[in-house]
Protein backbone atom coordinates (compact mmCIF):
# COMPACT_ATOMS: atom_id res chain seq x y z
CA UNK A 1 0.00 0.00 0.00
CA UNK A 2 1.09 3.40 -1.12
CA UNK A 3 1.93 5.61 1.93
CA UNK A 4 -0.56 8.53 1.77
CA UNK A 5 -0.93 12.40 3.35
CA UNK A 6 -4.07 14.14 3.98
CA UNK A 7 -3.96 17.23 2.35
CA UNK A 8 -5.86 20.65 3.16
CA UNK A 9 -6.88 21.63 -0.92
CA UNK A 10 -9.19 24.22 0.44
CA UNK A 11 -13.14 24.70 1.01
CA UNK A 12 -13.31 22.82 3.89
CA UNK A 13 -12.08 19.79 2.30
CA UNK A 14 -9.34 17.18 2.40
CA UNK A 15 -7.89 14.92 -0.22
CA UNK A 16 -5.04 12.28 0.27
CA UNK A 17 -1.70 12.43 -2.04
CA UNK A 18 0.64 9.58 -2.42
CA UNK A 19 3.96 10.22 -0.56
CA UNK A 20 7.40 8.84 -1.41
CA UNK A 21 9.46 7.95 1.93
CA UNK A 22 12.08 10.49 1.86
CA UNK A 23 15.54 10.17 2.64
CA UNK A 24 17.48 11.56 5.82
CA UNK A 25 20.51 13.98 4.55
CA UNK A 26 23.32 14.74 7.16
CA UNK A 27 21.74 15.76 10.10
CA UNK A 28 18.28 14.47 9.67
CA UNK A 29 15.84 12.02 10.72
CA UNK A 30 12.87 10.27 8.84
CA UNK A 31 10.04 10.19 10.80
CA UNK A 32 7.24 7.86 10.68
CA UNK A 33 4.29 10.20 11.98
CA UNK A 34 1.99 8.26 14.16
CA UNK A 35 -0.09 10.77 15.84
CA UNK A 36 -0.83 14.98 15.07
CA UNK A 37 -3.04 16.53 17.16
CA UNK A 38 -5.14 19.15 15.13
CA UNK A 39 -4.54 23.21 16.39
CA UNK A 40 -6.92 26.56 15.90
CA UNK A 41 -4.33 27.75 13.51
CA UNK A 42 -5.04 24.91 10.90
CA UNK A 43 -8.06 26.96 10.53
CA UNK A 44 -7.08 28.84 7.58
CA UNK A 45 -5.54 26.56 5.99
CA UNK A 46 -9.21 24.13 6.07
CA UNK A 47 -10.98 26.42 4.76
CA UNK A 48 -8.43 28.07 2.15
CA UNK A 49 -5.98 25.33 1.19
CA UNK A 50 -2.24 24.79 1.16
CA UNK A 51 0.65 22.88 -1.19
CA UNK A 52 2.39 22.17 1.99
CA UNK A 53 1.29 18.52 4.54
CA UNK A 54 0.11 20.43 7.70
CA UNK A 55 0.43 19.37 10.75
CA UNK A 56 2.96 21.04 14.18
CA UNK A 57 1.94 18.69 16.89
CA UNK A 58 3.29 15.21 15.98
CA UNK A 59 4.84 12.51 17.50
CA UNK A 60 6.08 9.51 15.78
CA UNK A 61 8.91 6.83 15.19
CA UNK A 62 12.73 7.43 13.83
CA UNK A 63 12.76 5.16 10.92
CA UNK A 64 15.97 6.73 9.10
CA UNK A 65 19.03 8.83 10.89
CA UNK A 66 21.07 10.29 8.42
CA UNK A 67 25.13 10.75 8.40
CA UNK A 68 26.34 12.80 11.96
CA UNK A 69 23.27 11.58 13.88
CA UNK A 70 23.03 9.67 17.29
CA UNK A 71 19.11 9.20 17.72
CA UNK A 72 18.50 5.37 17.29
CA UNK A 73 16.11 3.99 14.21
CA UNK A 74 12.98 3.24 16.36
CA UNK A 75 13.46 6.26 19.09
CA UNK A 76 9.68 7.34 19.64
CA UNK A 77 9.39 11.25 20.07
CA UNK A 78 7.73 14.24 18.93
CA UNK A 79 8.80 17.17 16.77
CA UNK A 80 9.25 20.77 17.87
CA UNK A 81 7.61 23.16 15.62
CA UNK A 82 10.19 25.30 15.03
CA UNK A 83 13.59 24.67 12.69
CA UNK A 84 15.26 27.26 14.82
CA UNK A 85 18.90 27.70 14.03
CA UNK A 86 20.83 26.82 17.36
CA UNK A 87 23.54 29.36 17.31
CA UNK A 88 22.11 33.14 17.35
CA UNK A 89 21.94 34.82 20.17
CA UNK A 90 18.29 33.92 21.21
CA UNK A 91 19.28 29.99 20.93
CA UNK A 92 22.14 30.53 23.17
CA UNK A 93 20.24 32.19 25.83
CA UNK A 94 17.57 28.66 25.37
CA UNK A 95 15.27 31.05 23.55
CA UNK A 96 15.14 28.67 20.68
CA UNK A 97 11.15 29.85 20.24
CA UNK A 98 12.38 33.44 19.38
CA UNK A 99 15.50 31.70 17.42
CA UNK A 100 16.73 35.18 15.06
CA UNK A 101 17.53 32.80 11.59
CA UNK A 102 14.52 30.28 11.86
CA UNK A 103 14.85 27.95 9.35
CA UNK A 104 11.39 26.71 8.88
CA UNK A 105 8.28 25.67 10.40
CA UNK A 106 6.88 22.45 10.20
CA UNK A 107 3.67 22.08 8.88
CA UNK A 108 3.70 25.23 7.53
CA UNK A 109 6.67 25.23 5.32
CA UNK A 110 8.00 21.69 5.85
CA UNK A 111 5.71 18.37 5.37
CA UNK A 112 3.66 17.87 8.83
CA UNK A 113 2.28 15.42 10.78
CA UNK A 114 -0.67 14.71 8.57
CA UNK A 115 1.40 13.12 6.27
CA UNK A 116 3.32 9.91 6.84
CA UNK A 117 6.70 11.18 7.09
CA UNK A 118 8.18 14.10 8.29
CA UNK A 119 12.19 14.55 7.79
CA UNK A 120 13.79 16.55 10.47
CA UNK A 121 17.05 18.12 12.00
CA UNK A 122 17.84 16.13 14.73
CA UNK A 123 18.33 19.17 17.05
CA UNK A 124 14.15 19.29 16.62
CA UNK A 125 13.46 16.15 17.64
CA UNK A 126 12.57 15.43 21.29
CA UNK A 127 12.20 11.49 22.18
CA UNK A 128 9.34 10.09 24.84
CA UNK A 129 9.30 7.24 26.51
CA UNK A 130 7.68 4.23 25.37
CA UNK A 131 5.57 4.38 28.01
CA UNK A 132 3.37 7.66 26.41
CA UNK A 133 1.09 6.83 23.68
CA UNK A 134 1.50 8.46 20.46
CA UNK A 135 -1.30 10.45 20.65
CA UNK A 136 -0.87 11.70 24.06
CA UNK A 137 2.71 12.43 23.23
CA UNK A 138 1.74 15.27 21.30
CA UNK A 139 0.73 17.43 24.50
CA UNK A 140 4.54 17.65 24.61
CA UNK A 141 3.65 20.76 22.24
CA UNK A 142 1.08 23.12 22.22
CA UNK A 143 -1.18 21.62 25.05
CA UNK A 144 1.96 21.41 27.69
CA UNK A 145 4.75 23.56 25.85
CA UNK A 146 2.94 26.73 25.06
CA UNK A 147 0.87 26.73 27.82
CA UNK A 148 3.44 25.76 30.53
CA UNK A 149 5.58 28.83 28.88
CA UNK A 150 3.11 31.12 29.16
CA UNK A 151 2.87 30.49 32.83
CA UNK A 152 6.64 31.21 33.18
CA UNK A 153 6.15 34.32 31.11
CA UNK A 154 3.76 35.36 34.02
CA UNK A 155 6.43 33.88 36.72
CA UNK A 156 8.96 35.69 35.75
CA UNK A 157 7.06 39.05 36.66
CA UNK A 158 5.62 37.54 39.52
CA UNK A 159 7.15 34.33 41.25
CA UNK A 160 4.86 34.04 43.74
CA UNK A 161 1.09 34.06 41.80
CA UNK A 162 -1.56 32.69 44.13
CA UNK A 163 -4.55 32.65 41.68
CA UNK A 164 -5.19 32.73 37.50
CA UNK A 165 -7.56 33.62 35.31
CA UNK A 166 -7.36 32.18 31.68
CA UNK A 167 -9.39 34.18 29.23
CA UNK A 168 -10.70 31.82 26.51
CA UNK A 169 -10.52 28.07 27.39
CA UNK A 170 -10.25 26.38 23.88
CA UNK A 171 -7.33 23.98 23.52
CA UNK A 172 -4.60 26.51 24.31
CA UNK A 173 -6.49 28.19 27.16
CA UNK A 174 -7.11 24.50 28.55
CA UNK A 175 -3.75 23.68 28.39
CA UNK A 176 -2.68 26.57 30.61
CA UNK A 177 -5.69 25.58 33.49
CA UNK A 178 -3.86 22.12 32.89
CA UNK A 179 -0.33 23.11 33.57
CA UNK A 180 -1.71 25.35 36.16
CA UNK A 181 -2.96 22.66 38.04
CA UNK A 182 -0.24 20.44 37.36
CA UNK A 183 2.08 22.42 38.85
CA UNK A 184 0.69 24.68 40.85
CA UNK A 185 -1.34 21.94 42.89
CA UNK A 186 -5.07 21.20 42.72
CA UNK A 187 -6.54 23.65 44.52
CA UNK A 188 -4.67 26.80 43.18
CA UNK A 189 -7.23 28.82 41.81
CA UNK A 190 -8.02 28.91 38.00
CA UNK A 191 -11.20 31.13 36.68
CA UNK A 192 -11.81 31.21 32.87
CA UNK A 193 -14.19 32.39 31.12
CA UNK A 194 -15.18 31.81 27.59
CA UNK A 195 -18.40 32.16 25.24
CA UNK A 196 -19.18 28.64 25.05
CA UNK A 197 -20.92 26.87 27.57
CA UNK A 198 -19.62 23.53 26.34
CA UNK A 199 -16.12 24.63 27.16
CA UNK A 200 -16.68 26.50 30.58
CA UNK A 201 -18.21 22.70 31.68
CA UNK A 202 -15.51 21.13 30.29
CA UNK A 203 -12.97 23.63 31.82
CA UNK A 204 -15.28 23.12 35.22
CA UNK A 205 -14.57 19.56 34.66
CA UNK A 206 -10.42 20.01 35.17
CA UNK A 207 -11.29 22.17 37.82
CA UNK A 208 -11.68 25.42 36.22
CA UNK A 209 -13.74 28.16 37.77
CA UNK A 210 -16.41 29.41 35.23
CA UNK A 211 -16.55 33.44 35.58
CA UNK A 212 -18.25 36.28 33.80
CA UNK A 213 -15.90 38.30 35.24
CA UNK A 214 -12.77 37.37 37.34
CA UNK A 215 -11.70 38.90 41.06
CA UNK A 216 -8.61 40.83 40.99
CA UNK A 217 -5.64 38.17 40.49
CA UNK A 218 -2.28 38.00 40.53
CA UNK A 219 -1.58 36.81 36.57
CA UNK A 220 -3.85 36.41 33.55
CA UNK A 221 -3.54 34.44 30.61
CA UNK A 222 -5.17 35.58 27.77
CA UNK A 223 -5.59 32.28 25.05
CA UNK A 224 -8.67 34.18 22.98
CA UNK A 225 -6.57 36.42 21.23
CA UNK A 226 -9.89 38.86 21.32
CA UNK A 227 -9.84 42.34 22.34
CA UNK A 228 -12.22 42.75 24.50
CA UNK A 229 -11.18 39.63 26.19
CA UNK A 230 -7.60 41.08 26.94
CA UNK A 231 -9.12 44.22 27.74
CA UNK A 232 -10.77 42.63 30.38
CA UNK A 233 -8.01 40.76 31.54
CA UNK A 234 -6.16 43.63 32.13
CA UNK A 235 -8.50 45.39 34.14
CA UNK A 236 -8.91 42.30 36.33
CA UNK A 237 -5.08 42.67 37.58
CA UNK A 238 -4.34 42.94 41.13
CA UNK A 239 -1.12 45.51 42.30
CA UNK A 240 1.76 43.33 40.25
CA UNK A 241 -0.52 41.61 38.16
CA UNK A 242 0.93 40.07 35.09
CA UNK A 243 -1.33 39.56 31.36
CA UNK A 244 0.01 36.88 29.29
CA UNK A 245 -1.12 37.23 25.96
CA UNK A 246 -0.18 34.04 24.10
CA UNK A 247 -0.62 34.02 20.25
CA UNK A 248 -1.75 35.93 18.00
CA UNK A 249 -5.17 38.05 17.28
CA UNK A 250 -6.53 41.49 18.07
CA UNK A 251 -5.23 44.54 19.54
CA UNK A 252 -5.62 45.98 23.30
CA UNK A 253 -5.55 49.36 24.05
CA UNK A 254 -3.89 50.53 27.17
CA UNK A 255 -4.13 53.55 29.63
CA UNK A 256 -0.99 53.46 30.68
CA UNK A 257 -1.21 55.23 33.82
CA UNK A 258 -4.39 53.29 35.14
CA UNK A 259 -3.12 49.95 34.13
CA UNK A 260 0.23 49.46 34.62
CA UNK A 261 2.06 52.67 36.30
CA UNK A 262 -0.22 53.48 39.59
CA UNK A 263 -0.75 49.25 39.38
CA UNK A 264 2.98 47.98 38.42
CA UNK A 265 1.26 45.58 35.99
CA UNK A 266 2.80 44.53 32.75
CA UNK A 267 1.65 42.93 29.81
CA UNK A 268 3.86 40.54 27.94
CA UNK A 269 3.61 38.26 25.26
CA UNK A 270 4.00 34.40 24.76
CA UNK A 271 5.32 32.85 21.64
CA UNK A 272 5.51 28.72 21.50
CA UNK A 273 8.10 27.72 24.34
CA UNK A 274 12.03 26.98 24.66
CA UNK A 275 12.91 23.35 23.40
CA UNK A 276 14.54 22.91 27.04
CA UNK A 277 11.12 22.86 28.52
CA UNK A 278 10.23 19.50 26.67
CA UNK A 279 12.56 18.20 29.69
CA UNK A 280 10.27 19.68 32.41
CA UNK A 281 7.30 18.62 30.46
CA UNK A 282 7.91 15.76 29.57
CA UNK A 283 8.70 14.51 33.55
CA UNK A 284 5.28 16.07 34.45
CA UNK A 285 3.25 13.53 31.56
CA UNK A 286 5.00 10.42 33.11
CA UNK A 287 3.58 11.64 36.23
CA UNK A 288 0.14 12.67 35.28
CA UNK A 289 -0.46 10.91 31.93
CA UNK A 290 -4.23 10.01 32.82
CA UNK A 291 -4.63 13.98 33.65
CA UNK A 292 -3.17 14.95 30.49
CA UNK A 293 -5.04 12.14 28.12
CA UNK A 294 -8.60 13.88 29.45
CA UNK A 295 -7.58 17.10 27.24
CA UNK A 296 -7.80 14.51 24.16
CA UNK A 297 -11.55 14.11 24.14
CA UNK A 298 -10.88 12.50 20.22
CA UNK A 299 -8.85 10.11 18.10
CA UNK A 300 -9.52 9.86 14.44
CA UNK A 301 -7.53 7.64 11.65
CA UNK A 302 -6.30 9.33 9.02
CA UNK A 303 -8.11 8.24 6.42
CA UNK A 304 -11.07 10.41 8.49
CA UNK A 305 -9.21 13.97 8.71
CA UNK A 306 -12.24 15.03 7.11
CA UNK A 307 -14.32 14.38 9.60
CA UNK A 308 -11.24 14.95 12.57
CA UNK A 309 -11.28 18.65 11.49
CA UNK A 310 -14.93 19.27 11.44
CA UNK A 311 -15.64 17.79 14.83
CA UNK A 312 -12.77 19.99 15.94
CA UNK A 313 -14.06 22.91 14.16
CA UNK A 314 -17.78 22.45 15.81
CA UNK A 315 -15.96 24.03 19.10
CA UNK A 316 -17.28 21.38 21.23
CA UNK A 317 -13.86 19.36 21.94
CA UNK A 318 -10.75 19.67 23.65
CA UNK A 319 -8.03 18.39 21.40
CA UNK A 320 -8.49 16.12 18.46
CA UNK A 321 -5.50 13.99 17.25
CA UNK A 322 -5.21 11.82 13.10
CA UNK A 323 -3.49 8.95 14.16
CA UNK A 324 -1.47 6.64 11.74
CA UNK A 325 -0.69 2.75 11.87
CA UNK A 326 3.13 2.02 11.74
ZN1 LIG B 1 -0.64 24.30 17.25
ZN1 LIG C 1 18.59 30.68 16.43
Redesign the pocket.
Given at each position: MADLAAVLVGGGRVEFREVERPVAGPGELVVRCRANAICGSDRGAFAGGVEVVQGHEAAGEVVAAGEGTTTAVGTRGVVYLMV?????R??RAGA?NV????RGDMGFNRAGGLGPYAVVEERVFFPVDERVPFATATALLDVMGTSGHALDRALMVRPEIEDLYVAGVGPVGLGVLLMAKLRFGADFPVYVSDPSQWRLDFAAGMGGTPVQEPPLVDAAVDASGRTEARQTAVRRLGRRGVLVCVGHGQGLELDVSRDLVSNEAAVIGSEYFPYADFVRNHQLLLENLEAVSQLITHEFALADTQAAFETFLGGETGKVVVTQDA
Amino acid sequence: MADLAAVLVGGGRVEFREVERPVAGPGELVVRCRANAICGSDRGAFAGGVEVVQGHEAAGEVVAAGEGTTTAVGTRGVVYLMVFCGECRSCRAGATNVCLDKRGDMGFNRAGGLGPYAVVEERVFFPVDERVPFATATALLDVMGTSGHALDRALMVRPEIEDLYVAGVGPVGLGVLLMAKLRFGADFPVYVSDPSQWRLDFAAGMGGTPVQEPPLVDAAVDASGRTEARQTAVRRLGRRGVLVCVGHGQGLELDVSRDLVSNEAAVIGSEYFPYADFVRNHQLLLENLEAVSQLITHEFALADTQAAFETFLGGETGKVVVTQDA
